[in-house]
């Protein structure tokens, strides 16, 4: 029986014995790699721990049909079992290996007492499809024999945490058959620490390495009490493709008395950029290295003391989609790359290049053509939906072809600045929508199909949030793909596309063939997506078409010529102005609930100013509609303005707000989010922007107000965390981003769980 176990002595074939963590601390350390010493209290040494105590059965009886569906009932017993764990005396034989250990530690150290970090290390770890990784406990700095036996002995306890006996059952593991190693290693005090991702999490972007890091230990960054730097790092140059700055406030630090301590970061700090280009540089090969020994994308812990980086800890990211990654894989082989520019909607497709210059040539785009023009316009949707691809000119993460080319599935390539002039008609390429890439020639692919690397949900189980989790949807024609992501109901339905799909303009559908006609427009539209989702709810947003929009559609001659369309006649301040249409928008909403669709709300646009909110509801009630009571009625909250008086707003009499995130962050940082010039300084979380939307947010708490966000900062999950814990009800995200926001929303929601938990347990001891 085994029950101490080096690093020189251990492998990644060692899981049995060591744990996930331990393994592969072994593997690292004997390829070389920069890993602190340690040792490994085995998984036999649990058991043992456990057979002698005799807790085996009495953990078995407690655990005897629990159900982990229900909270309190599953928090008593994972508590019982724990309490047992701590309470039952440690083996002689047992602890007086792990103090011998400790002491051979400290020796070989240098130092009499050393700090150790003491990690649990489960033996179903980081399996390829189950990461048991974060559910059990890590103790920092702990110093002396004692002490060392104690924290032992609460990671035993921590295999039966909630959250463990949760997962392990959802996943069909036998509670006894996971055993639990613990790593006691020499700590390090890190002035900077993080996590590295040979493989972009996000997109699935093998080209790409992610690096988040913060001031002081790791601890902040990995359970998500500060938000870290983060660096997109380009695995062929190892040079920044983006940097990310975060304002962080609490660091955690090693204080005088040797504890673990959250201390505000000093004001210096705050918003210093934690990691230079030769750190980043220096930790991009040790990823590099890491990966290529292991054969597969790893997720990384890191420190760096006193100028050395050190390995903490190294695991399979197991989120990882194979299709995307041989597609990416495939993609490298293609061959000439003619053109690059900002990956916008993930994908791959070939065709031929059709290139638009103006809106009158949208007919030349045929089924399975590569769109090719300087910006895309809502009016040029109809060609959009033909097209195998897209690529453009212009724009940036949030321009008009990335949003819609990733709500229809389609491959698109943004902010290339030369397509229209590089490619010409009728030339054979293939777009590569992940990685921004344009080829010469047809990939030799058996099967190429618009959106294949998209993941929709089609009957798997849908993880539930108290945070209801809704989709973007801009045209009808896409609501059965959207209601089979599993959303909760779209929040945000746009009017745009209705009008923009008759090719005619508003005021000339109602002079030639009268208000009953425009109604139908909208109605049509409006009932394909509330037949989608029924009974799920459907938030329609009236119209907020720019000038620049509606100039092209037949008697659209008369648009005003405007500067800046984005600051000009739009939203609710048109819509009051042309009151004939808004006034048809509210008849169609009126016709489908007299029919029996129960499920639509109604928001309004670029509000400004209370008085908007007053004279919609005044016009509703012309017509027969009472706004608030007939049909849920809210206002979208894009302007600074909305932010800052929303008080007075709601006081107007409204049931939700929803934060237009796209709009509210360019008016806010004065940023064009179109212009590819200015794209990299477009921050949707600055802290102007962010401050507005957490006053939005409490605001409403305060006086009963439901809130949303359907901009696209609900489809990234660093901003969906931050929501999350300000309290708001929904988020609405784009069709290929709601299985990735759904996790995000669900483990956020856990994470806050455990710390008020933990939280409630520290002030009861």
């Known amino acids: ?80 079992i724990r309490k047992l764990i701590l309470d039952a005396k440690m083996p002689k034989d047992l602890e007086i290996i792990i103090i011998e250990s400790y002491n051979r530690l400290c020796e070989e150290s240098g130092e009499e007492e050393v700090f150790v970090a003491v990690r649990s290390s489960a033996t179903a770890e980081d399996l390829p499809d189950a990461s048991f990784a974060g559910q059990q406990e890590t103790y920092l700095n702990i110093k002396g024999a004692e ?89 062929k140059t190892l040079t920044p493709k983006s940097i990310s700055v ?45 990966e290529k020994h292991y054969g597969k994308p790893m997720d990384i812990e890191w420190g760096i003391e006193k100028g050395n980086i050190f390995m903490l800890q190294a695991r399979p990211i197991t989120t990882l989609d194979k299709k995307k990654g041989e597609t990416s894989k495939e993609s490298e082989e293609l061959g000439e790359i003619i053109l690059k520019g900002i990956g916008a909607s993930p994908g791959l497709a070939s065709g031929k290049v059709k290139i638009i210059y103006d809106i009158k040539e949208i007919d030349k785009i045929e089924e399975g053509d590569i769109l090719v023009t300087k910006m895309t316009t809502p009016d040029m949707v109809p060609a959009m939906k033909k097209a195998s691809a897209i690529v453009t000119d212009d724009g940036g993460l949030t321009c008009h072809a990335a949003i819609i080319s990733r709500e229809l599935g389609t491959p698109c390539v943004v902010g290339t600045q030369r397509a229209t002039e590089i490619l010409k008609d009728n ?62 109901g779209v929040g945000l339905l746009r009017a745009e596309h209705m009008i923009l799909g008759t090719g005619v303009h508003p005021i000339k559908i109602l002079k030639e063939k009268g208000e009953e006609a425009l109604v139908e427009v909208f109605a049509e539209g409006i009932r394909k997506v509330a037949d989608a989702f029924y009974p799920r709810p459907v938030t329609y947003r009236t119209l907020d078409a720019p000038t620049d929009e509606f100039r092209g559609l037949e008697g659209g001659e008369d648009e005003p010529v405007e500067q800046n369309p ?29 029919e029996g669709y129960k499920n639509i709300r109604i928001m309004i646009p670029l509000v400004t100013n209370p008085s908007e909110v007053r004279k919609v509801k005044e016009l509703a009630r012309e017509i027969g509609l009472e706004l608030g009571k007939d049909v849920e009625f809210g206002v979208m909250v894009e302007t ?71 901009g696209q900062a609900g489809s990234r999950p660093s901003m969906v965390e931050k929501l999350v814990r300000w309290g708001i009800d929904s ?25 008020t938990i933990r939280d409630k347990k520290f002030k009861m001891d």
């Not at 047809?442 to 949900?457: C, W």
């Not at 849908?462 to 959207?482: D, L, Y």
């Not at 940023?671 to 939005?696: F, G, S, W």
Request: proline residues 3%; neutral net charge.
């Open 640 to 710: 600074p303005a909305a932010a800052l008086i929303i008080e007075d707003i709601i006081k107007e009499g409204i049931d939700f707000v929803s934060l237009g995130t796209n709009d509210l962050t360019q008016y806010t940082i004065a940023i064009d989010r179109n212009n590819e010039l200015v794209a990299k300084y477009y921050r949707e979380n600055h802290p102007a922007v962010l401050k507005l939307i957490e006053h939005v947010i409490r605001t409403c708490k305060k006086y009963g107000v439901k809130t949303s966000i359907c």
């Open 566 to 594: 984005m600051l000009g006649w739009r939203g609710i301040r048109r819509g009051l102005d042309e009151k004939e249409i808004l006034k048809c928008e509210l008849l169609a909403i009126k016709k489908l609930r007299s």
């Open 246 to 290: 975060a304002r962080k406030d609490v660091m955690f630090i090693r204080d005088e008395k040797g504890e673990t301590k959250k201390v505000e970061t000093p004001e210096d700090l705050r918003e210093k950029r934690v990691l230079s280009d030769e750190e980043l540089r220096k930790l991009a090969e040790m990823g590099l290295t890491i």
């Open 147 to 235: 002490n060392v036996v104690k924290a032992v002995q609460k990671c035993f306890a921590s295999l039966f945490t909630p959250r463990a006996i949760f997962y392990r059952e959802q996943k069909g593991f036998d509670h006894f058959k996971v055993a639990l190693a613990v790593v006691v290693q020499k700590m390090v005090n890190s002035e900077k620490a993080g996590v590295l991702f040979t493989v972009n999490p996000i997109n699935q972007n093998y080209e790409e390495m992610v690096i988040e890091g913060a001031w002081g230990l790791g601890e902040g960054v990995v359970s998500g009490v500060v938000t870290p730097d983060t660096y997109i790092i380009d695995k």
């Open 427 to 488: 030339m054979v390429v293939t777009v590569d929508g992940e990685k921004g890439i344009v080829y010469r020639g047809e990939i030799k692919k058996e099967k190429i199909e618009r959106g294949e690397d998209i993941q929709i949900s089609t009957g798997a189980p849908v993880i539930i949030t108290a945070t209801e989790i809704m989709v973007n949807v801009s045209m009808p024609e896409v609501a059965e793909r959207a209601a089979a992501t599993g959303a909760d």
């Open 731 to 755: 988020i609405s995200a784009n069709i290929d981003a709601i299985d990735t926001i759904r996790k995000t929303v669900a483990r956020t929601e856990q994470r806050i769980i455990l710390e």
């Open 1 to 80: 029986m085994k029950l101490i176990a080096w690093l020189d002595e251990l492998s990644n074939r060692d899981v049995d014995i060591a744990g996930g963590k331990g393994a592969s601390l072994g593997e690292m350390w004997n390829a070389g790699l920069p890993v602190p010493p340690a040792f490994i209290v085995t998984a036999e040494a649990y058991r043992y721990f456990i057979r002698e105590t005799k807790l085996d059965k009495k953990i078995r009886e407690i655990l005897k049909d629990v159900d982990v569906n229900n909270p309190e009932e599953l928090n008593k017993k994972s508590e019982e």
